[in-house]
Every structure is written in structure tokens, then in C-alpha cells.
């Protein structure tokens, strides 16, 4: 996916700067505003967090505001849907449990900062990165004191990523277009995990953006 995007950013620098000058009230228009950006794509874990997780769908949804004409900021969720994975070990209140991974969610709810670039009257190149808190939600309840079911356990622990996403506009204020997307998730952080469980995925795919 970086080599295509290489290709066609590279082709359109050279071929498009009269059309750059045409076009900036069209672009200022489209990106001037509120935006909200809808994803769809695969999660691929790294390293050891591939022992547990398998290959798996994401969707994500995104609300965002311009800081300046290039700078963005969003609000937002991006969540992994488990289908084939393994079983692991968490460990709470002194206690240990065995989870199945196929019937939790994981994910992250956190705040991104983009820096988007007109590369022709039509293409925007943006590089964003993203703070927030990463989760496993498990199948495993909590005990509750009253007859009910209790919450979910899950682990949460802090979550770093940075992406890189190649945009083309299809109306005014809309826009579909490419991503890839590194994350950083120590789970073993507050030491419900093993220190070996990973921490690292990718996540690539399509966006909408209006």
C-alpha cells in the first residue's frame, strides 16, 4: 500500500501545479469544517500479540475539527472484531482467568492530530498521530453483590499510533481514500498480562470521509 501511494504522489506532484492554483477555494471550502470519517479494513497483529490475535476485521469512526488549513483534530473509536484466536491468560483482583479471544473486542477510544496536504486538486496526503487508551474487553463477568450479571473484565492500558492515509475528493466535502496505521498497545502495562503478550498491530483500509 506505501509503494502505490508513493506512485501516485509522486505522479501527481509534477503533472498538477497549475491546477493547484485553480482550484484553493474549492479545497478551503472542503476542508474548512467539521468532518466525520468512517474506516473499514484489517487489524494484523505483531510480534508476540500475534500468538493470541489472528488476522482480523477493524471499523473505526472519527469526528473531526480544523485547527488550522492543514492541521485537524479528531475525536474517536477504532474497534477489532476477533473471529480466530487463541485463548489467553489475565490476571485481576489476585485471580487468574483464561479468556477466549474469539469472543472478546479490543480496540482503542483516543484523540488524533492530522497534518493534511493538498497534492493535486483532488488527492490530499495526511500523516496523523493518535493518543488514547487501549482495551480487551473479555468474555469473563464480574461478581456483582446482587443477583445480575456483572461487567466484562477487561485490560486497559495506554495506546500510541501514527498513520498515514492518501485521500482523493469525490464531491465537495466528501472524500474516500487509503490508510495504513502503526499502534502501540503495552498490554502488560498495569501487569494484568504477561510481560510477552505484544503490544504491537497494524491496521490498513479504506475511508469515508464527509
Known amino acids: 500500500m506505501i509503494f502505490i501511494m508513493s506512485i501516485i504522489v509522486h505522479s501527481t506532484y509534477g503533472q498538477n501545479n497549475k491546477e493547484l492554483s485553480d482550484s ?3 479545497y478551503e471550502y472542503w476542508n474548512y469544517g467539521m468532518s466525520i470519517t468512517i474506516q473499514g479494513g484489517i487489524w494484523k497483529p505483531l ?9 482480523n476485521p477493524n471499523i ?3 469526528w473531526g475539527l480544523p485547527i488550522t488549513k492543514q492541521l485537524r483534530i479528531e475525536l474517536g473509536t477504532s474497534i477489532n472484531i476477533p473471529i480466530n484466536s487463541e485463548s ?5 483482583d489476585d485471580t487468574t482467568f483464561i479468556a477466549n479471544s474469539k469472543n472478546t473486542v479490543n480496540g482503542f477510544l483516543g484523540l488524533w492530530v492530522s497534518n493534511e496536504n493538498r497534492i493535486s486538486t ?3 496526503l495526511n500523516k496523523y498521530f493518535g493518543l488514547g487508551i ?7 463477568k464480574e461478581p456483582t453483590l ?3 450479571n456483572g461487567n466484562n473484565y477487561s485490560i486497559e492500558t495506554v495506546n500510541l499510533n501514527f498513520g498515514i492515509g492518501l485521500r482523493k475528493i469525490v464531491f465537495i466535502k466528501r472524500s474516500i481514500g487509503l490508510y495504513l496505521e502503526y499502534n502501540f498497545s503495552p498490554y502488560s ?8 503478550f505484544g503490544y504491537s498491530s497494524i491496521i490498513t483500509g479504506v475511508s469515508y470521509r464527509f
Not at 510480534?47 to 488476522?55: E, K
Not at 502495562?189 to 504477561?194: A, D, I, R, S, T
Open 189 to 196: 502495562l498495569f501487569g494484568k498480562v504477561n510481560n510477552n
Open 146 to 148: 446482587k443477583n445480575g
Open 47 to 55: 510480534g508476540n500479540l500475534d500468538r493470541t490475535f489472528d488476522l
Open 122 to 124: 483532488k488527492l490530499i
Open 88 to 92: 489467553f491468560e489475565y490476571t485481576t
Open 24 to 26: 484553493i477555494s474549492e
Open 60 to 62: 473505526g469512526l472519527k
Open 134 to 140: 487501549g482495551f480487551i474487553q473479555t468474555n469473563n
